[in-house]
Every structure is written in structure tokens, then in C-alpha cells.
């Protein structure tokens, strides 16, 4: 008996999971067709043939259901940052490494990599979703900030809190400048001319990781 209501236990959970899935399938695709804006619980329920308590029963409200669509991609990101570090142990080589994996992910994945960073919606809480806030096995922002954090210790940078989050962020929007401007102006843009795009990825970082090295250079 108990074995019979285990097996029905995990069925149950089996087809919860493929809910789930199919659900976020279904806000990334009116996310594409409508953006964020376009995306209602009522909306969702209807494209994914559910009713409006099934969708409840699984995510608690609009911005979970958004910041749960982009929960995988967010992981991969992190994943293509980590394996690109890997292969150096200097620290500012660290840091050009998963610029440039950042870089290359957001022209690879555009869709994603728009869904998460260009995309304007409601701010779920940061145990709704299953990126691990402040994991740097997870989280893309945390993991540049522990980047920084080694220049820190190494000496190569001033290491109050402030200072590392402001390095971080003068570092990532110098990144999503670049994806995003090359995302929205592709080749086709008339208006605006490319660079041959390894070149201009290394001047960019180099630029940036100068900058820094010398607006946040240790007190001597």
C-alpha cells in the first residue's frame, strides 16, 4: 500500500514538473510575440490549455511566473562564465575571459539573453525562483563580483564593498552596452558601422579593465 501511494506520489510530481515546463514554454513565447506586458496569469492559463487555478498552484504570481522562464537560461550563462575563467589563474585575465564569455553568450542566445536583460517586467522575490541569489555557482552577478573580489585580494584593487560593487557594474554595462546595442542594431542597421567584432571586443575590454585599474587602484 505504502509502495502504491509512492508511485502515485512521484506520478503526481512527474506531471506537476511537465506543467511547469510547458507553462514557461508558453510565457517566453508570448514574451517574444508581446513582451513582458503581454504576459497575465489569464493569458498564460488559456495558451497552455490550464485553468487559472493550475497556473496558481504552480506559480504564485506574474513576476515569479517571468523570473522562473528565465531561471535555465540565467544558469547557463553563469556555466559559459565559470568554464571561460577555468582556463587561466591570473585575475585580470580572469576578468577579460568572462567578458568575453558574456559577450559571446548574449550573440549566441539573443532571444534569452533579451528576455533576461532588455526586457521590462515585474521583480519577483528572490526565493521564487531557483538561481540561488548571491551563489556564484548560479548567480551571474555575484560571480563577476567574486571576480573582482580576487583582484581585491590580489592588491590590484581597492577592496571596500562599495567599491567592488561599483567595479562590477561599471564592468557588466559595459558588456550589455555592447550586446544589446549589437542585438538592436544588427548588420542590417544602416545607421550605425561594426567593427570587426573580435577587435572590437578586445578594445572594449581593454579599455574597461584599464579604467578600472586605475580609477580603483589601492590606496598606496
Keep these: 500500500m505504502d509502495k502504491k501511494l509512492t508511485n502515485i506520489q512521484e506520478r503526481k510530481?512527474?506531471?506537476?514538473q511537465a506543467r511547469r515546463e510547458h507553462i514557461?514554454?508558453?510565457?517566453?513565447?508570448?514574451?517574444?510575440?508581446?513582451?513582458?506586458?503581454?504576459?497575465?496569469?489569464?493569458?498564460?492559463?488559456?495558451?497552455?490549455?490550464?485553468?487559472?487555478t493550475v497556473v496558481y498552484a504552480l506559480f504564485r504570481d506574474k513576476a515569479t511566473l517571468i523570473a522562473q522562464a528565465m531561471d535555465k537560461d540565467l544558469l547557463e550563462l553563469v556555466r559559459a562564465m565559470?568554464?571561460?575563467?577555468?582556463?587561466?589563474?591570473?585575475?585580470?585575465?580572469?576578468?577579460?575571459l568572462v567578458g568575453r564569455?558574456?559577450?559571446?553568450?548574449?550573440?549566441?542566445?539573443?532571444?534569452?539573453?533579451?528576455?533576461?536583460?532588455?526586457?521590462?517586467?515585474?521583480?519577483?522575490?528572490?526565493?521564487a525562483?531557483?538561481?540561488e541569489h548571491g551563489n556564484i555557482e548560479q548567480d551571474p552577478y555575484a560571480y563577476a563580483l567574486h571576480l573582482f573580489g580576487e583582484l581585491a585580494?590580489?592588491?590590484?584593487?581597492?577592496?571596500?564593498?562599495?567599491?567592488?560593487?561599483?567595479?562590477?557594474?561599471?564592468?557588466?554595462?559595459?558588456?550589455?552596452?555592447?550586446?544589446?546595442?549589437?542585438?538592436v542594431m544588427d548588420a542590417g542597421d544602416p545607421w550605425t558601422p561594426h567593427p570587426e567584432m573580435n577587435t572590437h571586443i578586445d578594445d572594449l575590454l581593454a579599455v574597461v579593465t584599464t579604467g578600472i585599474r586605475l580609477r580603483f587602484a589601492p590606496p598606496s
Excluded: N
Design 82 to 96: 565559470r568554464t571561460a575563467c577555468d582556463t587561466s589563474t591570473d585575475p585580470w585575465e580572469r576578468i577579460s
Design 13 to 16: 510530481l512527474r506531471e506537476a
Design 153 to 183: 585580494q590580489a592588491g590590484q584593487v581597492r577592496q571596500d564593498e562599495p567599491a567592488l560593487h561599483t567595479m562590477t557594474q561599471i564592468f557588466w554595462q559595459s558588456l550589455h552596452g555592447l550586446v544589446s546595442l549589437r542585438i
Design 101 to 127: 564569455a558574456y559577450i559571446e553568450y548574449g550573440f549566441q542566445h539573443p532571444d534569452e539573453y533579451s528576455l533576461i536583460f532588455m526586457e521590462l517586467r515585474p521583480h519577483a522575490e528572490v526565493d
Design 24 to 52: 514557461i514554454d508558453v510565457v517566453k513565447d508570448l514574451i517574444k510575440k508581446g513582451g513582458a506586458r503581454a504576459v497575465s496569469i489569464r493569458k498564460v492559463a488559456e495558451a497552455a490549455g490550464f485553468s487559472t
Design 129 to 131: 525562483v531557483d538561481v
